[in-house]
């Protein structure tokens, strides 16, 4: 007769149940993603839709909370590090310097705006980062990756990264229905929907219809904004070292220190290898599946973390911030296409 389990075991076997679910929601986010319009949402966005709905519909367990913890926290590092194969330094350079140009200046412009917006809405200082975060470099991906600078709350990085993909979801729908209006090139629309939408997902739903030459170019104008992910977590890792120093007394000043995205070393690194050559082609997919898998996971296990209630209360004030914000993105990446001569 088997010996029932002890508490010890039974906390390890839901721990690992909730590894397991996350890795389950993943996978069935994955297939979803395959389906006409949840092509667009892409699985990232998917996965946390799925672990909100779960955590409305059933009761999980704080046992088996721990494990989707592990997922949004520890897996997703290891994810972000190998998304970095997904970049590869040659081609940005390629692109030319007015492509880099433009994805800056697009880049700390959305940062700014929608930051000020979220404040002007009065937003929780860290989940108006994230939203900027998200809608200026490289939407859920970016949230997750910010969020340890920040040491944000599951709730709000939840919130912010749900907020950037229904977004991105909309723009990319307006953006098919206006192509045909825009009177840019296939080149040039590719450019325009890699510098100005939000998840990779977006970029290539929305560049289809202008053809193989706009996808290309939208990729890699995309992975051009990615690739300033790097600076921006550092500098908002060093901007929050500041405004803490700042907010303590200074006759009892101690130097805090400045957190260090080390995980976002690694996805520099995985970079700078798959631009080196040094990986086959073939084994790059399958590790941007894996890096994608993690990721997904993560978002799975931020979803059965969030408190629908709390996500109403919440979500209004940066999704307004997070709307303008992109209309303005949209424009202002339309306006320099023309400056910049890259139509």
């Known amino acids: 007769m088997q010996q029932p389990y002890t508490e010890e075991q039974q906390k390890k076997i839901f721990f690992f149940r909730g590894i397991g679910l996350t890795f389950v929601i993943a996978l069935f986010a994955k297939c979803l993603a395959w389906l006409p319009f949840f092509n667009i949402m892409g699985q990232l966005v998917i996965a946390i839709l799925i672990g909100m709905t779960w ?41 030319g310097p ?22 002007l809405f009065k937003v929780d200082e860290n989940l108006g980062i994230l939203t900027a975060c998200g809608t200026a470099i490289c939407g859920a991906a970016a949230v997750v990756a910010v969020a340890p600078q920040l040491k ?82 550092i500098v ?23 957190p260090i995205p080390w995980f976002i070393f690694g996805f520099l690194s995985m970079s700078v290898i798959n631009s080196l050559g040094i990986i086959p082609a073939y084994l790059v997919h399958y590790i941007v599946l894996l890096a994608y898998t993690f990721i997904a996971m993560a978002m799975a296990g931020l979803g059965l973390n969030v408190d629908i209630i709390i996500f109403r209360k919440l979500g209004f004030k940066p999704f307004s911030a997070g709307l303008i914000g992109s209309i303005l993105l949209s424009i202002l990446g339309y306006v320099l296409m023309h400056l910049l001569n890259l139509v």
């Open 98 to 119: 007015n492509v880099f140009a433009l994805a800056v200046i697009n880049m700390i412009l959305t940062l700014i705006i929608v930051y000020g917006l979220a404040r």
């Open 55 to 95: 955590r409305a519909v059933f009761k999980v367990p704080d046992v088996l909370l721990a494990g989707a913890n592990f997922s949004s926290k520890k897996l997703l590092r290891f994810g972000i590090i190998l998304l970095g194969m997904r970049l590869n330094f040659v081609d940005i350079i390629d692109a």
């Open 236 to 258: 908002i890792g060093m901007w929050m070292n500041r405004s803490k120093n700042n907010k303590r007394d200074t006759t009892s000043w101690t130097p805090i220190p400045i």
């Open 152 to 233: 944000a709350k599951d709730n709000e990085i939840a919130i912010a990264a749900a907020t950037v993909a229904i977004l991105g979801t909309i723009f990319t729908m307006s953006y098919t229905v206006l192509y045909p209006i825009m009177h840019l090139s296939s080149h040039g629309y590719g450019i325009f929907s890699g510098a100005t939408l939000h998840e990779i997902a977006h970029v290539i739903a929305a560049a289809e219809p202008a053809g193989k030459d706009a996808i290309d170019t939208a990729i890699i104008v995309k992975l051009t904004r990615v690739a300033l992910l790097v600076p921006v977590a």
